[in-house]
């Protein structure tokens, strides 16, 4: 019989490898594996429950709430608020942070950003969707949590996750030693280790964006979707497209076979459309972690000094040498539309 391990026995197998306060941090991570579990249980059974649709609700960012947005969204925040390791919530679902103030949260040290639901579009037609979420510490030791320390730069990042609820559920975590992905079995009701030390191929043959904004795009990336779409044996162009529009489920993908997602700047979204503090830096760090890269272009997805919860970037992430190759193109396009002298 093969050994199982849950995601309950590594995490504590594993804490030693944490910075700080060990067992905190363990009890957090399992507190978002349960709420994890119930979101699943929901998203498996949509279409038999009265949970597909729209929640009659807009975001800050003005995007149609949908039920299963605010259902796992719900989840996520209560089952932070029973562990008491957590003082306060980013999530994309709520304009301001939400503090955690009560009795067993006094000394909480850790500050939870979370997209309790990725991929909207896809909820109601059966396709992937997931759940991303970012742990920091807290920096000042007491007193309430202030704005400024939930705006962390993702360096700063303990931990990251995402899960993907797909043909079947991962859960995949960094604590900064390397990723490691969990398989959940339904029959047991347990995540179990299925992907240990995930690596990233330093090279790939995918390339996931929206090619429907191609006319918005800048020319840097107009010019690397054509190189994608080139013949050429030696690299083995043309590359595949691949896009699901759950960027949990594209960078899933991709982060097992191979490849690059790409969301840029547009003309109609100038600043990127993904968010820095609850997709882009987890994702980022996730995928640094397996060898991989997460640009915005010219630097570091995790040296972005965020400004704002809700700020956006633009993003390329995934195999190194594929992110290597989008930067290339955006920065001879640039030089290129430079006025000379
Ligand atoms: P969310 O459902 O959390 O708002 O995120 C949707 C995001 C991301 O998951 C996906 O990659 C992207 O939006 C898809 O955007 P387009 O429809 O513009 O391609
Ligand atoms: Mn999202
Ligand atoms: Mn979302």
């Not at 719900?74 to 608020?81: E, K, P, V």
């Not at 047991?188 to 790939?204: A, D, K, V, Y």
């Not at 640094?288 to 997805?301: C, F, L, M």
């Amino acid at each position: 019989m093969t050994k199982v391990t849950t995601l309950g026995q590594f995490i504590i197998e594993k804490q030693a490898d944490f910075p700080y306060a060990k067992g905190e941090l363990s009890r957090l991570l399992r507190d978002i594996g349960i709420a994890a579990k119930i979101v699943n249980r929901e998203v498996n059974k949509a279409g038999l429950v009265d949970i597909l649709g729209d929640n009659g609700t807009t975001n800050i960012q003005g995007e149609g709430q949908k039920k299963l947005d605010v259902y796992a969204d719900g989840q996520f925040i209560s089952a932070l608020r029973s562990g008491g390791e957590c003082c306060v919530v980013a999530s994309e679902e709520h304009d301001d942070c939400i503090f955690i103030e009560s009795e067993i949260s006094r000394d909480a040290k850790y500050i939870v950003c979370i997209d309790p639901l990725d991929g909207s579009s896809n909820i109601d037609v059966n396709v992937s969707v997931g759940t991303i979420f970012s742990v920091y510490r807290r920096t000042s030791k007491e007193g309430r949590v202030q704005l400024g320390e939930v705006l962390q730069k993702g360096t700063q990042q303990v931990a990251a996750g995402y899960v993907v609820y797909g043909s079947s559920t991962m859960l995949v975590y960094t604590t900064g030693k390397g990723v490691n992905g969990f398989t959940l079995d339904p029959s047991i009701g347990e995540f179990c280790l299925s992907h240990p030390n995930m690596e990233i191929p330093q090279n790939g043959t995918i390339y996931s964006i929206n090619e429907g904004n191609y006319i918005k795009f800048p020319q840097g990336l107009k010019d690397y979707i054509k190189y994608c779409q080139v013949e050429d044996q030696a690299t083995s162009r043309p590359f595949t497209s691949r896009y699901i529009g759950s960027m949990v489920a594209d960078v899933h993908r991709n982060l097992i076979k191979g490849g690059v997602f790409l969301y840029p700047t547009t003309s109609s979204h100038p600043q990127g459309k993904l968010r820095l503090m609850y997709e882009c830096n987890p994702l980022a760090f996730i995928i640094e972690q397996a060898g991989g890269k997460a640009s915005n272009g010219s630097s570091r997805i995790l040296e972005t000094p965020p400004e704002h919860l809700h700020q956006r970037t633009p993003i390329f992430i995934g195999s190194t040498q594929m992110v290597e190759k989008v930067e290339e193109f955006i920065r001879l396009a640039e030089t290129e539309t430079q006025p000379v002298g």
